[in-house]
């Protein structure tokens, strides 16, 4: 992690990223995401990640999922509330509309 912290928030748009050469928000896309990934997997448990994410796979393959679609699948397979978690990430205004635990 940088020092200060990441300067991007993970849910940036592509105008809010830096530009430049190279990829832009390389931190905010990549190392953010992977340590947001790790810190829900290891928040909810290994199992109930995998069986979440296989569940995204069913429902979408060869589709397109949306954070929602995503988030809504952890919350659902998960028996810790994670939305507190999806708060301190992300701006989505929608957060507090995920079901609760199991929901």
Do not use: K
């Amino acid at each position: 992690m940088p020092q200060g912290g990441y300067p991007n928030s993970l849910d940036s748009s592509d105008s809010e990223l830096p530009q430049g050469a190279g990829i832009p928000g390389y931190q905010s896309i990549y190392e953010q995401g992977q340590l947001f990934y790790n810190t829900v997997m290891t928040t909810m448990g290994e199992d109930a990640f995998w069986t979440g994410m296989r569940q995204i796979f069913h429902d979408f393959e060869y589709g397109i999922v949306t954070p929602w679609d995503v988030l809504h699948s952890w919350q659902e397979h998960s028996s810790v509330d994670l939305r507190p978690l999806f708060r301190q990430t992300f701006r989505y205004p929608w957060i507090d509309q995920l079901p609760g635990p199991g929901g």
